[in-house]
Every structure is written in structure tokens, then in C-alpha cells.
């Protein structure tokens, strides 16, 4: 599989021999590469509503809509595929969009491509939004390998807005999702521009430093890159502004995808156009056996 350049400014370290590679975790339909498998959707909702278009590679994803429906009613998006697994709430709090983000994997993250790094999605209407914070939440809400001797700064009450960028009108996220959050460069962000200081390393985000680490991560272990890289154990909770009057999550929220490392990978065909692709082949098929019984 091709891969594009991961961020040079900021790279996890190889030295323990892994490759660089990244994982991304997406909403459904599934498509697991390795193994040829399609998981049909799980969709949950007090309403019968499906409010995400799930088109998705590799983690089979359920969605669940609270069960009171209101604009401020909260839609949950949950990945999991393996040691990892994710989700993300999306609401609205006082004209604002809030976005909880979890690594809800319980495993020890070993490898670069166990750290969540962004969230893409799309917005009904593509609205740009303006980033206000970006707090740790949740438990254990801490932040792991982050001391003078790596140059990293401790965030000042859960705050590391410095360190993740948000960005509309995307082009060349994953699925083609306008919108994303990250703590990674991925070719598509640049300078961190929600509230706080920058904490560790250049100003612009690059590398896997303060991204997303799961519940279970272990410190000690992981290659040196995971040792020098300040993480976020394990939850992110992100308020975007000027949010268009009326704006309703369970109808406006769609395509939403979790990235992993620090690497987009070339698209692969989606369900529909693996099944195109065997009908051609099949007609193909068809035409050549024809043309041989006309010819014998």
C-alpha cells in the first residue's frame, strides 16, 4: 500500500525496527482488507434515526443517538477493530459544537499507529467553525512521558489547545471528509489554533506528541518514539464556535473516520465498487466463453 510522507518535523521514532505505518478507525460499511470480510452496519438509535453516512475500511462502527430529540441531543460514533477503539460524541452546548474524543482502547499501545492522532468528518452545509479549547477529559485524564527532559511543558488545567489544529474545506482527508481535528500534520494541518500554549516541539502540529493514547497504555513499553512523545490519557473534549443557528447533530453530522499515526494511506474501492468491478469481470467472462462456443 502506498503511503503519503508522514510529518518529518515531529516523526515517531523507529528505532525499535517498526515500520511506519498508520491505522485509521472509520465508521461503517467495513471493509477488512486483510481477511476479504464486510460487516453490515450497526446503527442503534431511541428514534429509528441514522444520522452519520458510515462509509468505512476498517473498524466495523455502531452509532447511537440520545434518546431525547432535540438539537442538543448527543450522537455517538464507536470503532473498534482488534486492540483498537474509539468514539466520539458530538453535541451542541450553548451555540457551540462540542466533540469528546476517546482512545476507548484498553490495550498497551506499542506502535505509533496505536495512538489516535485525529477525527475527520462532515458538517451539513460545511460550516466554518472557529476553535475555542481543547481540554482533557475523562479518566484517567492525564498526560504520559511529558517532562523537562523532552522539552515538553505540563498543560495547565486539562489545556492543550496548543497542540491540535482544526481545519475546514479539507481536501484529501480520508472518504473525502471537509472537516478534521488533529494533533498530527497528515498534509493537511499546519499551525495549532485552538486556545493554549504550545507545550512540545515546533508550533506547527506534526508527529504523534500529544495525541490520543488508550486507557491501558503503559509508559514503559512502546518504541522509543512512544517513550519521547508526550500522550493524552485518553480523552480530548473540543468546543468549535460560531456554529450556524439551529444546527441539529442528529441530522447534520455524517462521515465520520478516526485516523491513527501519522500517515494517510492511498483510498482503497468501497464495497460498491469491488462489486462493479466483479460484474465487469464476470460479463468479460461471459463475452470470451461466447465468442469461443461461436468460434469452435
Known sequence: ?????????????????????????????????????????????????????????????SLTIAATPSASAAVTVTSTNGTLAASAQFDTVAGNLRIVVTNTSVADALLPTDILTAIFFD?????????????????????LNCTGANSCTAPVAGNVGGEWAYANDLVGAPQGAHQGISSSGLGLFGQANFNGPNLQGPTAVAGGQFGITSAGDNPGTGNGGLNNEALI????????????????????????????????????????????????????????????????
Not at 44 to 50: D, H, I, L, P
Not at 123 to 142: D, E, F, K, M, Q
Not at 246 to 251: A, S
Open 123 to 143: 458538517l451539513l452545509g460545511s460550516p466554518t467553525l472557529s476553535p475555542v479549547t481543547a481540554l482533557i477529559s475523562g479518566a484517567p485524564g492525564t498526560v
Open 233 to 296: 490519557q485518553n480523552q480530548v473534549t473540543f468546543v468549535l464556535g460560531s456554529l450556524p443557528a439551529g444546527f441539529n447533530v442528529n441530522t447534520g453530522v455524517s462521515n465520520v473516520f478516526f485516523q491513527y499515526g501519522t500517515s494517510l494511506a492511498v483510498a482503497v474501492p468501497e464495497p460498491e465498487s469491488y462489486a462493479m468491478i466483479l460484474a465487469g469481470l464476470g460479463l468479460m467472462g461471459f463475452v470470451a466463453r461466447r465468442r469461443r462456443s461461436k468460434t469452435s
Open 1 to 61: 500500500m502506498l503511503l503519503q510522507k508522514p510529518d518529518s518535523a515531529k516523526p515517531f521514532s523507529t528505532a525499535s525496527g517498526h515500520t511506519r505505518m498508520r491505522r485509521r478507525l472509520e465508521p461503517e460499511t467495513t471493509i477488512m482488507k486483510s481477511k476479504s470480510k464486510f460487516f453490515a452496519p450497526s446503527i442503534t438509535s431511541a428514534y429509528n434515526k441514522v444520522a452519520l453516512v458510515c462509509n468505512a475500511t476498517l473498524l466495523a462502527t
